[in-house]
């Protein structure tokens, strides 16, 4: 991630500081409950670092707090994609996904979270429920 400070996006409207700074006010204003404007500054730090994971994951839960559950869910996929070994980011996956509506789709990536930390009851409790929720689809 870069650390310089002088870099300037030149678009009118533009965050001042560099993506750092972007970063670090992108991840207050999620702590202090405004995801959606976390959400917009981190999308800018994202694009000018689009390999940082930290920024990524910082931004699909901005993304996941305001709603915005289709652009999680591409965010979460793109952490998973880089790196298998993110039981975090399949948790966000599965969760986005269920969120829109794709509860099918929800329960591999909640599946594989459980599997990676079988101990985490969050990541349980959301697989039972998309599961819970298919067999009583299935029922109908």
């Not at 390999?51 to 305001?66: G, P, Y």
């Not at 829109?100 to 349980?124: C, F, K, S």
């Amino acid at each position: 991630m870069a650390h310089d400070g002088n870099v300037q996006n030149e678009n009118s409207g533009a965050p001042g500081g560099g993506v750092y700074d972007w970063y670090q006010r992108g991840v207050r204003l999620l702590k202090e409950g405004s995801p959606a404007a976390a959400a917009a500054l981190l999308e800018r730090a994202a694009a000018a670092e689009p390999a940082s994971r930290s920024i990524l994951e910082a931004l699909a839960r901005a993304q996941f707090n305001s709603r915005q559950y289709a652009e999680a869910a591409d965010s979460f996929r793109q952490i998973v994609n880089a790196n298998p070994a993110e039981d975090y980011a399949y948790f966000g996956l599965g969760l986005s996904l269920w969120r829109t509506g794709d509860v099918e789709g929800a329960q591999e990536p909640l599946a594989i979270a459980v599997a990676m930390r079988p101990d985490e009851r969050h990541y349980v409790s959301a697989l039972k429920s998309v599961r819970a929720t298919l067999r009583a689809r299935r029922e109908m």
